[in-house]
């Protein structure tokens, strides 16, 4: 499964901001799979930010971005967006888009759930 994360960048705190996950993988159908959002800031491991099931109906978020960020698919543009919101200064990681061919109804938030990777794109939060 091919995995490609973009729109990240430089902004400033209360700022917005949409990451895209696009999949470009022919072999395998977009709907087959959930999709999450991880991020890894400098010195830090990798943590779990938001997931979404294959159909898009049911979400899960890490607290620290409930009611800031939300993750949303579009299945027919083989995509799925995370859209970032009064971003702050604590929000600055490289983020990743994962894919868990598992699709199951509830999403995973962990990381060994996952079976496929973008290579991630950098958002940095000014203060």
């Known amino acids: 499964v091919q995995l490609q994360a973009s729109g990240g960048g430089l902004v400033q705190t209360g700022a917005s901001l949409r990451l895209s996950c696009l999949h470009s993988d022919s072999r395998y159908t977009f709907t087959s799979y959930n999709i999450a959002w991880f991020r890894q800031a400098p010195g830090k491991g990798r943590e779990f930010v938001a997931a979404i099931n294959w159909n898009g109906d049911r979400t899960l978020y890490t607290d620290s971005v409930k009611g800031r960020f939300t993750i949303s698919r579009d299945n027919a543009r083989n995509r799925a967006y995370l859209q970032l919101n009064s971003m702050k200064p604590e929000d600055t990681a490289v983020y990743f888009c994962?894919?868990?061919?598992?699709?199951?109804?509830?999403?995973?938030?962990?990381?060994?759930?996952?079976?496929?990777w973008g290579q991630g794109t950098l958002v940095t939060v000014s203060s």
């Open positions: 994962a894919a868990d061919l598992t699709s199951s109804y509830d999403p995973s938030p962990r990381d060994d759930d996952y079976d496929a």
